[in-house]
């Protein structure tokens, strides 16, 4: 059982930055792939982006491609997300997720779910 715990979640105004973390524990963190998908009110979960167990390869939603990069620190069993030039359109509860197997765009092949964290961006 993996327990995940995202942070770092706030208010920004639009052009703004924030830094996502996701710590995990319970599980050999190094070992899965991992996941950040969004969830803004009254819409569905999407994804964001995924990265694979070692970090060496990674993908982007198109909506934040060259916005928001993702990275692991698997010495800290800890998952970020670095969002950049933040927009409205980005205002949603944030997740992160281990995958089941290859990192996908799919939240259906994510096993284990973090609580999510709130991320709001002003106009």
């Known amino acids: 059982q993996v327990q995940l715990v995202e942070s770092g979640g706030g208010l920004v105004q639009a052009g703004g930055s924030l830094r996502l973390s996701c710590r995990a524990s319970?599980?050999?963190?190094?070992?899965?792939?991992m996941g950040w998908f969004r969830q803004a009110p009254g819409k569905e979960r999407d994804f964001v982006s995924h990265i694979t167990w070692s970090g060496g390869s990674t993908h982007y939603a198109d909506s934040v491609k060259g916005r928001f990069t993702i990275s692991r620190d698997n010495a800290k069993s800890t998952l970020y997300l670095q969002m950049n030039n933040l927009k409205p359109e980005d205002t949603a509860v944030y997740f992160c997720?281990?995958?089941?197997?290859?990192?996908?765009?799919?939240?259906?092949?994510?096993?284990?779910w973090g609580q999510g964290t709130q991320v709001t961006v002003s106009s």
């Open positions: 319970g599980g050999l963190f190094s070992s899965y792939a």
């Open positions: 997720a281990t995958a089941r197997g290859a990192p996908t765009t799919s939240e259906n092949e994510y096993k284990y």
